[in-house]
Every structure is written in structure tokens, then in C-alpha cells.
């Protein structure tokens, strides 16, 4: 059995707000080739939260993976306390509503609203403890708030094995060029 955790960057954190553009094509495009690795790899379950942005994009796109890989894997969201997401905007809380109708399975780790930096600190502990390895969109010389994330995975490597790829800003990069040749190619057949 193998769960990865899949998370990264906010959406705000790319400057990326609308669906169609470029810049999100190519991240979900990078995204889901990493998560096909992933399932053809028996990855069991894609475990992620519902931050906008990368978290929200996998569950997505794991959804719609199911139709290629029925009865492969699951998808668990999981809210780092309760009421999580209740300031955000009209829009944005019915995107949550819908990432977590996508889910298999969803849950809060913590059973009260935020009310301390511990709640996170608990989220990312669960995280590492119900999970074999983890899928970042992240970029080192890009810090954002996956940083944290970054740090507890590597304190937690020193003394679990545990696996974490990264899908960086060059890797994102080599996607946009391989797309471009790909249309390309197909506007000269």
C-alpha cells in the first residue's frame, strides 16, 4: 500500500487565478503526469488538503484520473482543523465545497476552528504519519508557504523513511516546451 501526500503552492502564490490560463495548464498538465507515475507506482491513496492552488488542482485531476485508473486508488482530503476555509470568499468556499465532493474520504485533523500555529504543526505531523511520500510543486529559490511543509518533511526523513519528489520551476519549464512542440507538431501534420 502506498499514500502520498500532494501539495505546494498556493494559487495566489503564482499569481494564478484563472483556470484557463497557460500557467495553470502547465501546472496541471506537470501535475498529472507526476500523479499517473504515482498510481502506476500502486499508489493507493492521493492524500492532499483544499488550499487553492496545487491542493485543489490534484483533486481535480485525480478525480478524473479514475475514469483511466477505476478502482486504483483513493482520494482523502484532509481540513488541518474545522471550519477551515470559512473566511474566504463566496466563490472560494464553493470551490472547497466541490474539491470535497471529489474526495473518497475527508476529514479535519483538528476538531476546532484555528486558534493556534499548533493546529498546523498537528496537520503536518499527520500528514507524515499517514503517509509513505510526498509530491510537491515547489521551487527551493521560490520560497511559499509549502516551505514549512518542506522543513517538517526533511526533519521527518532524519528519522523515517519517507520519499518526497518536487515538481520544480525548470521542471514546470520542460513541460511548457514539450506542450509547445507537441501543438506545434500537430499544427504542421
Known amino acids: 500500500m502506498s499514500r502520498q501526500w500532494i501539495t505546494g503552492y ?6 494564478a487565478f ?24 500502486g499508489c493507493d491513496w492521493i492524500i492532499t488538503g483544499a488550499q487553492l492552488g496545487t491542493e485543489q488542482w490534484t483533486v481535480e485531476l ?19 482543523f474545522a471550519e477551515f476555509g470559512k473566511q474566504w470568499n463566496e466563490t472560494n468556499q464553493l470551490r472547497l465545497q466541490q474539491t470535497l465532493a471529489l474526495a473518497d474520504f475527508s476529514a479535519t485533523v483538528s476538531q476546532v476552528p484555528y486558534h493556534s500555529p499548533q493546529q ?7 500528514m507524515l504519519t499517514h503517509t509513505d511520500g510526498a509530491l510537491l510543486l515547489y521551487d527551493s529559490e521560490n520560497e511559499g508557504k509549502a516551505q514549512y511543509d518542506v522543513h517538517a518533511i526533511e526533519a521527518f526523513q532524519q528519522q523515517h523513511p519517507y520519499t518526497c519528489q518536487f515538481i520544480d520551476f525548470d521542471d ?7 506542450y509547445e512542440t507537441e501543438i506545434n507538431s500537430e499544427f504542421f501534420e
Open 62 to 80: 485525480a478525480a478524473d484520473l479514475k475514469k483511466q485508473f477505476p478502482n486504483h486508488f483513493q482520494i482523502a482530503v484532509m481540513l488541518p
Open 10 to 15: 498556493r494559487s495566489y502564490e503564482l499569481g
Open 172 to 178: 514546470l519549464q520542460e513541460e511548457a516546451d514539450q
Open 18 to 41: 484563472d483556470e484557463k490560463s497557460p500557467k495553470i495548464q502547465i501546472i496541471k498538465r506537470s501535475l498529472r503526469n507526476q500523479l499517473i507515475g504515482l498510481i502506476d507506482n
Open 120 to 126: 498546523l504543526k498537528n496537520y503536518q505531523q499527520f
